[in-house]
């Protein structure tokens, strides 16, 4: 009898283990956030505004840089813990009606080349970091998915 309850508790144990584990899909802490999606929050690693892309496949930051009218994608994986690079060498943008090309970065402290990397720059004059505008992304792919108009509002994201 005693072997009966042993396997009945491993059993629960078991079970208990992987409610446990299909409960945690995202490895970022959940915090209250003003969207639409439940309380679910990526903090944006650089400060900037965050873009999901696809169900957690990815997510997109777009930073403004140092310099006036210097701005910065990065791309990350769906938690917004980790850089993916990606081999697209431009991505073609509209921001605040202004066309802009965020050209691949290349970074000799990371390796990363064009083709071959997780950032991209444009320079586009007449926008602050302060300000609310729309921002459009033409195409993006990453992880051999294309995303296509990819639209939301700086600073706010889209998740």
Not at 39 to 53: D, I, K, N, R, W
Not at 134 to 146: A, G, K, L
Not at 147 to 158: A, L, R, V
Request: net charge negative; hydrophobic share 40%; charged share 20%.
């Amino acid at each position: 009898m005693n072997n009966k309850k042993a396997i009945k508790n491993v059993g629960v144990l078991f079970a208990l283990l992987g409610s446990l584990l299909l409960g945690t899909g995202c490895s970022q802490p959940s915090e209250p956030s003003e969207d639409s999606s439940g309380g679910h929050y990526h903090a944006a690693p650089h400060g900037g505004s965050l873009v999901m892309l696809g169900n957690h496949i990815a997510q997109l930051e777009l930073v403004p840089g140092e310099r006036p009218g210097e701005w910065i994608f990065y791309i990350l994986d769906g938690g917004a813990e980790r850089f993916v690079r990606i081999e697209q060498e431009a991505i073609e943008v509209t921001m605040d009606g202004k066309a802009a090309v965020f050209q691949a970065t290349a970074n000799s402290a990371t390796g990363e080349i064009v083709g071959d990397t997780a950032q991209f720059t444009a320079e586009v004059e007449g926008l602050s970091g302060k300000s609310r505008f729309p921002v459009r992304i033409d195409e993006i792919v990453v992880f051999s998915q294309p995303f296509s108009q990819i639209e939301f509002n700086f600073p706010e994201g889209k998740h």
